[in-house]
């Protein structure tokens, strides 16, 4: 097993990500009920100004006890620290289209990484108050609940979720094709919009199965760890390791894995 950093530091680690992740989560609230502005990077793809206020606020938090560390964050990209060896990885709002449009499905991602390995992931979600946790090693929970995936047996009788990235207008690599036949496969397919929900849905039972692609390490890393600790299995499409660097990512209860995979190597 790879090491992990002395308890004394992970304790620091989890009460620096879980104070980081309500701060945010308090901005996205108000922001729901006073307003904001809105951005478009692109035809689809969208911004807000809550985004990024709650995208410093993490990092204001995080900067406080550990001001060496790196940060890879969704809006501000990398930012250098002179100790290589962590690196939080911050998507501040996951589901900034659903928060736009006032749909209560986003939340506050925010993992952190150790010598290259996710070790700690907090996911909060602000509109149903769920805080989902994990450390490697230590499991997962629910606003303090273990969690544990789902025991279904067999795809048919599984449900999926998936999402699409903001170029499904131009792309022909867009996943509709991959949608089509688990649709037909499984018994139901949701799109929630949020791949961090997705993953801890996945995570507490709810969903028994993910898939999805062109991701970024932001909308994942997180997640990676609370699905592992829940006893999910995650992979890349091809049903090698799952790397958060990698835009491709299979996730599942176990029980339904390869014939996941089976779905998604079909042409």
Known sequence: ????????????LKATALEAARVAGSIL??????????????????VTDADRRSEQAVIEVIRK???????????????????????????PLDGTTNFAHGYPAYCVSIGVE???????????????QE????????GAFLNGA????????????????????????????NNLDNFSRFAITA?????????AL??????????????????????????LVILRESGGHVTDFKGAPYSIYEPSIVASNGLIHDEMLDVLRRT
Not at 66 to 86: C, K, N, T, W
Request: net charge negative; proline share 5%.
């Open 29 to 46: 609230t108000d922001a729901a009920s006073n307003g904001f502005h809105v951005e478009y990077k692109d035809s689809v793809n969208l």
């Open 187 to 195: 018994q139901g397919v949701r799109r929630t919009g949020t791949a």
């Open 65 to 91: 006890t550990f001001p060496e560390h790196r940060i890879l964050a969704e809006e501000g990209g990398a930012q250098a620290g002179r100790d290589l060896e962590y690196q939080w990885v911050i998507d």
């Open 198 to 223: 997705d993953m801890c849905y996945v995570a507490a039972g709810r969903f028994d199965g993910f898939w999805e692609l062109k991701l970024h390490p932001w909308d994942t890393a997180a997640g």
């Open 131 to 138: 805080l989902f946790t994990a450390e490697a090693g230590s």
């Open 146 to 173: 273990p969690l544990h995936v789902s025991h279904t047996p067999r795809l048919d009788g599984a449900l999926l979720v998936t999402g699409f990235a903001y170029d499904i207008r131009v792309s022909a690599q």
């Open 1 to 12: 097993m790879q090491e992990l950093p002395s308890p004394s530091i992970r304790a620091q």
């Open 114 to 128: 150790y010598r290259g390995r996710c070790i700690f992931g907090v996911v909060l979600d602000p509109t149903r």
